[in-house]
């Protein structure tokens, strides 16, 4: 059947991605609902843009554009990250929810933006056409989602089993590690 074989390779290619190990750092800084809220939002709007615009963002924006709004991106997340809470150690969010949420959805955007899943989606759009774009979107959504349930699930198993402080450095080495990675390849596009 068309959606499992497109869920499954979707689910497959997320597998170990950034955007696993980033939604497992942003469970110390905010609500499972808030990360679950914008990072559905944002699959959905990835999806939605890689199988009925095809290629279009990569021939209107330069990768390396891309890869330098990502790599700020996980940056700023990286220093917020070590911020001191006002409440104590355990509590959760910064913000209300829905700031939240939509701070979620725009890392989550940038980070996927252009990435392998979003070129399994184009690809798939691409290969089944118009006709099974609706499929071909829900698929690539459901496969992308539920890889991405695991890096939250392993967020909230280690919020239970480390200190607040612990998590915040382990979420700071995480961005900082994918925002060196991530300005380094704008750079090489560059060159």
């Known amino acids: 059947m068309l959606f499992l074989r497109i869920m499954l390779t979707?689910?497959?290619?997320?597998?170990?991605?950034k955007t696993q190990l980033m939604?497992?750092?942003l469970t110390s800084r905010y609500r499972v609902r808030d990360i679950l809220l914008g990072t559905a939002a944002a699959i959905l709007c990835l999806n939605g843009i890689a199988v009925l615009a095809g290629?279009?963002?990569s021939k209107l924006v330069p990768e390396w554009m891309i890869k330098l709004a990502a790599a700020a991106a996980f940056?700023?997340?990286?220093?917020?990250?070590?911020k001191e809470d006002d409440g104590d150690e355990g509590s959760e969010v910064r913000g209300n929810g829905r700031s939240a949420a939509v701070s979620v959805f725009l890392t989550f955007f940038a980070a996927e933006l252009g990435d392998k899943t979003q070129l399994t989606a184009i690809t798939f759009g691409a290969n089944e056409g118009m006709g099974a774009a609706l499929t071909v979107w829900l698929a690539c959504s459901t496969g992308l989602f539920?890889?991405?349930?695991?890096?939250?699930?392993a967020g909230i198993l280690l919020k239970d089993r480390f200190s607040g402080?612990?998590?915040?450095r382990l979420a700071f080495c995480?961005?900082?590690?994918?925002?060196?990675?991530?300005?380094?390849?704008?750079?090489q596009l560059l060159l």
Request: charged share 10%.
């Open 23 to 25: 939604l497992l750092a």
């Open 174 to 187: 995480i961005f900082t590690g994918y925002g060196i990675l991530t300005g380094y390849q704008a750079f």
């Open 75 to 82: 940056l700023y997340f990286a220093f917020t990250s070590l």
């Open 10 to 17: 979707e689910f497959i290619a997320e597998m170990g991605d």
């Open 55 to 57: 290629g279009l963002v």
């Open 146 to 153: 539920a890889a991405d349930l695991a890096g939250v699930a």
């Open 165 to 168: 402080k612990t998590l915040k």
